[in-house]
């Protein structure tokens, strides 16, 4: 008779504890947990079992709000992916815009270089607009670090070949030396010289001649050349 009525007492306190289930889902599986817990212990071995069930129920509890927070940390882990993913990819956009960008920059910056830069004939001596001008090339040079330049300078075929040759090279040195006036190191610039050597101007084609007084200056990225300018030498 005393376990029924210990039995019906435990039954009604589970009623009562599961009736707020609708409201908590969590208290109530915690609450099943201990009182189911607790009732297959008193209907096993009485008062005693009773303890020990709601001692097991103790235990289940723990594991299941530890599957709980289980669950919280897993969700919290997959929207921290999400957004890093998010993240990746507008840095991924911001990069092919500034890329974008900085190729056009360097166009632009070339395209004036070719028509400001001018030397007298038989000369290497560079104007004050020519210099200002490669100081905004080195400014560019400066925030694009990835980049490097390389300079051929070139001869047109009125004089000796001796004479061309050095010629060139003292055309394609003052350029790198204004670079480097301006602040670009020296290890970031290649110069080569070549004279008359690639001349294609018929002889006494004087205008002709104009056109291969120049120094070409080419933007690399590794061994990817870049845009090129012309610097013509009148």
């Not at 409201?23 to 009732?39: C, L, N, P, W």
């Not at 235990?59 to 919290?76: G, H, P, S």
């Not at 070719?114 to 038989?122: C, I, R, S, V």
């Not at 905004?136 to 040759?165: H, V, W």
Request: glycine share 8%; hydrophobic share 45%.
């Amino acid at each position: 008779m005393k376990k029924a009525l210990v039995l019906s007492t435990i039954i009604a306190a589970t009623s009562v504890n599961l009736a707020h289930a609708d409201d908590d889902r969590h208290v109530a599986r915690k609450a099943g947990v201990f009182f189911g817990s607790a009732v297959a212990g008193a209907m096993l071995a009485g008062p005693i079992g009773m303890v020990v069930g709601a001692a097991s129920g103790v235990w289940l509890d723990d594991k299941v709000e530890q599957a709980d927070n289980l669950e919280q940390d897993l969700q919290q882990s997959a929207l921290a992916l999400q957004n890093s993913r998010n993240n990746i990819n507008r840095l991924q956009s911001q990069l092919a815009a500034a890329e974008d960008h900085s190729q056009r920059y360097a166009q632009l910056i070339l395209e004036q270089l070719q028509l400001e830069l001018l030397f007298k004939t038989g000369g290497s001596e560079l104007s004050a607009a020519g210099k200002h001008r490669l100081a905004m090339l080195a400014d560019f040079m400066a925030k694009n670090p990835e980049l490097n330049l390389r300079l051929d300078g070139y001869a047109d075929p009125s004089g000796d070949q001796q004479f061309n040759l050095a010629l060139s090279e003292q055309r394609v040195n003052a350029v790198a030396e204004q670079l480097k006036l301006a602040g670009l190191a020296e290890q970031r610039i290649t110069t080569y010289s070549h004279g008359a050597s690639q001349s294609q101007a018929q002889p006494g084609d004087y205008q002709g001649y104009a056109m291969e007084r120049v120094v070409r200056i080419q933007l690399n990225r590794g061994e990817e050349l870049g845009a090129m300018a012309e610097v013509s030498l009148h």
